[in-house]
């Protein structure tokens, strides 16, 4: 099939040649009624097979307008998308990047307290040891206080017992 249409092909063309080329035409008077005929036949067959061409042509132009015309509109379509689902994590994103940022500042805060914290417990525990340590000094000392005034009275008590015998042994 493939031979006829190379066939059919060669033979206007040849016949186009022919129509270009007068001086392949014979000499004859049959010659150029037949030459004439065969090569309108021929120019027609050409714009024929010309207008074919054009008409796949336009046909395929068409496909591919229309394939772009959809490649445009999935395009259209995925950037919409696209921006729908940055406009769905936007927000969160922000506020969970916000969220970092201050808890990344109050890390830092917490550093220089937390140490403060442990040294002024260390400081607490030392001095609130060194107050019971005094209190029970204290505690030792007032009891002594009180056996000596205790024992300081019940002394002059004595010599004011001894004093009044003594007084009272005078008259």
Do not use: W
């Not at 066939?7 to 049959?30: A, N, T, Y």
């Not at 204290?138 to 007084?167: D, F, H, P």
């Amino acid at each position: 099939m493939q031979g006829d249409v190379a066939g059919g092909d060669q033979q206007p063309m040849q016949m186009v040649l022919r129509v270009k080329h007068p001086s392949s035409l014979s000499s004859s008077e049959e010659g150029a009624g037949e030459g004439e005929g065969s090569s309108r036949s021929a120019l027609s067959a050409f714009k024929a097979k010309e207008e074919q061409i054009e008409r796949k042509k336009m046909e395929v132009r068409e496909k591919v307008f229309a394939q772009l015309g959809r490649v445009e509109e999935e395009s259209k379509r995925l950037a919409f998308i696209r921006q729908e689902l940055e406009g769905m994590a936007d927000p969160t994103r922000k506020e969970v990047e916000s969220i970092q940022r201050r808890i990344d500042t109050v890390n830092r805060q917490l550093k220089p307290l937390s140490k403060n914290c442990v040294k002024k417990e260390k400081e607490y525990k030392e001095i609130l040891e060194a107050y019971n340590e005094k209190s029970k000094e204290k505690a030792l000392l007032v009891n002594r206080l009180i056996e000596l005034v205790s024992e300081s009275e019940r002394m002059r008590m004595k010599k004011l017992e001894e004093l009044n015998k003594t007084v009272d042994s005078l008259y």
